[in-house]
């Protein structure tokens, strides 16, 4: 009787980046992969349903294995929101540089729309539901100001942060990326200032004073 592999998520997934970086796109079907992998097809829809849900858990995966790590280290439980923050978006882009020629491929063949609303649709609820946790710690704390009808923004923000990390690290020609950290602590001090307890309202004052103005 003919065996096959047992196939566990990470090595499916660890095939089809292989397979993308081998060829240059994704397989024609999932039959086609499963000879491939010497499953059964039946058995691999046992663990997704198609092939682009193997490509957006990819993503997942990168960021499951960031947070895994960082919540097991007891220094960083008990960092401040910000500081988890900044640990987190170093740590993440050193896992996405072990697969940097698969997010290249993958930034290249993907429409700007798509890259963020399909390709990174898994990342996106799971990173949101972080940074969800991260701003009600920080409101506990006083590390931020809770505001009626903002506050619940503040995980979009965010996101369009995190999106901001991933586009400049791809986009980043400084030895070891260095220009990424310095992006990273930037963009992150000057997010948890506009959020803090004076520097939103001074915003909002003045807005609403060169409104008044016009």
């Not at 490509?55 to 960083?76: A, H, P, R, Y």
């Not at 399909?118 to 710690?137: P, Y």
Request: glycine share 4%; aromatic share 14%.
């Amino acid at each position: 009787m003919k065996t096959h592999t047992i196939m566990d998520k990470h090595h499916i997934r660890q095939a089809f980046i292989h397979y993308k970086l081998e060829h240059g796109n994704m397989p024609n079907s999932v039959f086609a992969f499963c000879k491939i992998l010497n499953i059964p097809e039946q058995e691999f829809y046992n663990t997704y349903n198609s092939l682009e849900a193997v490509s957006q858990d990819i993503w997942l995966g990168i960021f499951e294995d960031t947070k895994n790590q960082l919540m097991g280290d007891e220094v960083f439980m008990r960092y401040s929101s910000r500081e988890k923050l900044l640990a987190f978006y170093f740590l993440w882009v050193q896992k996405l540089k072990e697969n940097r020629s698969y997010v290249l491929l993958q930034k290249q063949h993907i429409g700007w729309g798509k890259w963020k609303d399909k390709e990174l649709k898994l990342l996106k609820i799971a990173f949101t539901s972080f940074a969800k946790d991260l701003v009600r710690s920080a409101e506990l704390t006083k590390e931020v100001k809770e505001r009626k009808f903002i506050s619940d923004k503040y995980a979009h923000g965010f996101w369009l942060q995190a999106l901001f990390v991933l586009n400049y690290w791809i986009d980043d020609t400084s030895q070891n990326f260095e220009n990424t950290d310095a992006a990273i602590e930037k963009a992150v001090n000057l997010s948890f200032q506009l959020i803090s307890e004076n520097s939103l309202d001074a915003l909002v004052d003045f807005g609403k004073f060169i409104l008044q103005k016009k």
